[in-house]
């Protein structure tokens, strides 16, 4: 019998210990899986948004207007920008549901004639989008959001206007699918000249940002300046960027929130390695007298030590096994797949990465092993007299 | 009953496996208590810029003031409306003001955020918040380009020291010329400066996003209320301030206190399953002690309440350390985008005793739990066979 197979047999010496030790230590490993994921999520957002669409909005707040002639230069109506493949615009609406008043969802105002050029990866049916196009009350809905509210085609719906009081009657034209997972599967697009003609005069032309794809994604920052320095002498300044520029300056207001999930994902580790901890310094108090023979056998201390640490490293890696295994049907196709269907604005994509299930099962292992160190220290520093005398 | 002492001087012996399952209890109550003061803070923090007898005014459909507006017409149908304080100076205490969001660098370098401007006729504002105080430099000039900034965002964002400017737009700049406090309200996450200057930089002259008003006492709400939602053209909402700002947290208020729990929930199984171990180690090393008891004549049950009660000891002892360690979190502030008003606040995590109450109880209530299974264990240990060895 080697030393590593007594190891292993030893875990067997007290199964209800050992069995509690192992699912303490796969929750842990859950709920680290669980986290990380979320935070991984957050992330791919940034990862998948786009870095060959521009973005231009104003320069200062997000929630001021430009005027709609900034939209003519990139279009060819005043002017056209070098580089710019085509552009379109769009206006945040901001129209509730009338009755489920929570559930937040985006309106956009969209210009029809050009939205799906520039967001080829959101796919409506070539007859749908004519009809769309043609009743100016008409939306177009993604698929995650008709199915949330029970929408289909031809319904009539009335949403509830917030930045633009009254009710606001639309009929459901068409709805969309995504072809891209970074896709927003939950919005409502409706004509941007209704909502122009049914403002009073004051406030009529005005358009919410601009988008526009580039021809050379690798020349997207110049073609950004280029643009803002078109726009640099006028009322309103702009700023572009790419997409994916804009998503990571969004994150910068939600650090606070990834710093504290961060954390807690540390506290968890900290929790299972004093669960593993706790098991094997009962496990080398109790088995003191056994070390006794194995020393009085003619066993040297490191072979004790090795021992002890050998024991941690199969109870964690049995843990963090187990944890993966549950963490794949309940995070990932659970609580993945909902999370997809329903909140697929925030969480576009929700599956546990690889370098994260590496990284859950490694840190089990390891911690394991640390959280052996000191019973192992300490059972290699025993005496075999007083091994052999002490019981229990 | 077997006595406590027993209890005590067990738990010492085993100080290790103690401080390591307390520990593991401690983390979790930790966790909870800090995100119960986190909620704490968020909503202390929004109250305290409501005041009685304040109403708020905005376009109905909105709710907060970024989207919201009214035009300036309204205001002074507003200042003749019933139960319209006046002021010493005989004017009506009513308040427009315009509220942008800026979306500004944060001065760690990790990306951008949005700061809250709010522009207001400057003259007016110690008649309207007299806890505001200015704590650096001076207070910014009615009608000028100047701004003073609450006390929170000083650091946190880029471009708000004192001679600092922001660019609203070309030529349009706003200078920072002090630093105000305002009693740990959400204004302290603000900047504020001349409602004409700003309003007219965006191109919004002639309506502001919300008007404050004062009220002759509470019971004269009602009556302003009616006189004004009754204007149907005017298209506006009453709301009495202190209720508007218990709305601007709820959204992220139940976020928090959901992500808090769910986690709490998860991770105290673990630690529960930890506490189990200890005391499970407990009764087995004590099965010749439990017999000595049982022979002693201590009836089953008084064994079962004798190693609960142990098991809830280890974990009250865990549960203190870890709302100790939860207050030293109150010397921290925390920065995140309220989801309602899309704008950074910036609070402190806040304990009240009902929190630390909250937090040991449930510490105890793992105790409970954890040491259920081990005890009954010990319970039905048989004497005879138990002394045997």
């Known amino acids: 019998m080697t030393l590593t197979s007594l190891s292993i047999k030893n875990i067997g010496h007290n199964w209800l210990r050992t069995i509690l030790t192992v699912v303490g230590t796969a929750i842990a490993i859950l709920s680290f899986v669980l986290i990380r994921t979320t935070l991984s999520a957050w992330e791919a957002g940034v990862d998948n948004a786009a870095q060959d669409r521009l973005s231009t909005i104003h320069r200062v707040t997000f929630v001021m207007p430009l005027p709609k002639r ?5 279009n060819g109506a005043r002017g056209r920008i070098d580089g710019v493949d085509v552009a379109t615009f769009v206006n945040w609406v901001g129209h509730k549901h009338p009755v489920r008043e929570t559930e937040f969802f985006a309106t956009l105002a969209v210009d029809t004639a050009t939205y799906f050029d520039v967001y080829p990866e959101m796919s409506v049916a070539p007859d749908r989008l004519a009809a769309w196009k043609e009743n100016r009350q008409g939306a177009i809905i993604g698929e995650a959001l008709a199915k949330q509210f ?27 699918v995504a072809t891209k997972k970074s896709v927003d599967r939950a919005q409502f697009l409706t004509h941007w000249s209704y909502l122009n003609d049914s403002l009073p005069e004051g406030q009529r032309d005005m358009i919410g940002w601009v988008a526009s794809t580039v021809t050379d994604a690798s020349r997207a920052a110049d073609i950004s300046a280029a643009i803002d320095t078109k726009f640099d002498d006028q009322d309103v300044q702009t700023r572009t960027m790419s997409e994916k520029a804009l998503t990571m300056e969004f994150l910068g207001g939600a650090s606070a929130i990834l710093g504290a999930l961060d954390i807690v994902s540390l506290v968890i580790m900290g929790i299972m390695m004093l669960i593993l901890g706790n098991t094997i310094a009962m496990g080398v108090r109790e088995r ?16 004790i030590a090795t021992f002890v640490v050998g024991e941690g490293l199969t109870i964690g890696l049995l843990g963090g096994g187990l944890g993966l295994l549950i963490s794949y049907p309940l995070v990932e196709q659970g609580m993945g797949r909902w999370l997809e269907e329903n909140m697929g604005a925030y969480f576009p994509y929700f599956s546990i990465p690889t370098s994260v299930a590496a990284l859950a099962l490694g840190m089990a292992v390891v911690l394991a092993g640390v959280a052996a160190l000191v019973p192992a220290y300490s059972a290699s520093k025993l005496d075999v007299i007083t091994a052999l005398r002490r019981i229990g | 009953m077997v006595p406590v002492r027993y209890n005590v001087r067990n738990l010492l012996v085993r100080r290790t496996t103690t401080l390591f399952a ?15 003061m986190l909620n704490e803070g968020l909503a202390r923090t929004l109250d305290r810029s409501g005041s009685p007898a304040t109403a708020i005014v905005l376009r109905k459909g909105s709710d907060s003031e970024m989207p919201s507006s009214v035009e300036d017409r309204a205001i002074s149908l507003i200042k003749v409306a019933p139960g319209v304080k006046q002021g010493a100076d005989g004017q009506p205490m009513v308040l427009g003001e315009s509220v942008v969001v800026l979306f500004q660098d944060l001065a760690n370098g990790k990306g951008k955020s949005n700061a809250t401007l709010r522009g207001m006729p400057l003259d007016r504002v110690q008649a309207f918040r007299p806890e505001v105080k200015i704590v650096e430099g001076r207070m910014a000039a009615p009608g000028s380009d100047e701004v003073v900034v609450g006390t929170r965002v000083v650091g946190r964002f880029e471009g708000l020291q004192i001679g600092q400017s922001i660019e609203l737009r070309k030529a349009r700049a706003v200078k920072v010329v002090g630093v105000f406090e305002a009693d740990g309200s ?61 709305k601007q947290s709820e959204n992220t208020s139940m976020f928090i206190v959901a992500m808090g729990s769910l986690i709490a929930v998860f991770f105290s199984i673990g630690a529960m399953i930890g506490a189990m171990i200890t005391m499970y180690g407990s009764v087995a090393h004590r099965k010749r002690e439990i017999g000595v008891l049982r ?3 201590f009836s089953r049950s008084a064994i079962m309440v004798s190693f609960l009660l142990e098991s809830v000891m280890l974990s009250i002892i865990g549960a203190v350390l870890g709302t100790i360690a939860a207050l030293g979190m109150g010397l921290v502030e925390f920065s995140m985008l309220n989801f309602t008003t899309f704008s950074e606040i910036t609070f402190q995590f806040t304990a009240t005793p009902e929190i630390l109450v909250r937090a040991i109880v449930f510490g105890g209530v793992m105790g409970v739990l954890g040491g259920f299974l081990p005890a009954i264990r010990a319970a039905r240990t048989p004497p005879i066979e138990a002394m045997r060895g």
């Open chain 1, 70 to 74: 900034y939209f003519d230069e990139f």
């Open chain 1, 150 to 176: 029970g929408w289909s085609l031809g319904d009539e719906v009335t949403l509830l206007g917030t930045i633009y009081p009254g009710d606001w009657k639309y009929r459901i034209e068409g709805i969309y």
């Open chain 1, 288 to 303: 003191t007298h056994e070390y006794g023979v194995l020393l009085a056998l003619g066993f040297r201390p490191k072979h």
């Open chain 2, 22 to 36: 307390a520990l593991g209890v401690g983390l979790v109550v930790f966790v909870l208590a800090a995100s119960l």
């Open chain 2, 186 to 246: 959400s204004f302290e996450s603000e900047i504020w400066g001349d409602v004409e200057y700003i309003r007219s930089a965006f191109g919004r002259e002639a309506s502001v996003s919300s008007v404050r008003v004062k009220l002759d006492s509470p019971a004269a709400y009602d009556a302003f209320e009616v006189a004004v939602e009754r204007d149907k053209q005017l298209g506006l909402e009453v709301m009495p301030e202190l209720e508007f700002y218990s």
């Open chain 2, 295 to 297: 022979a002693l004549g």
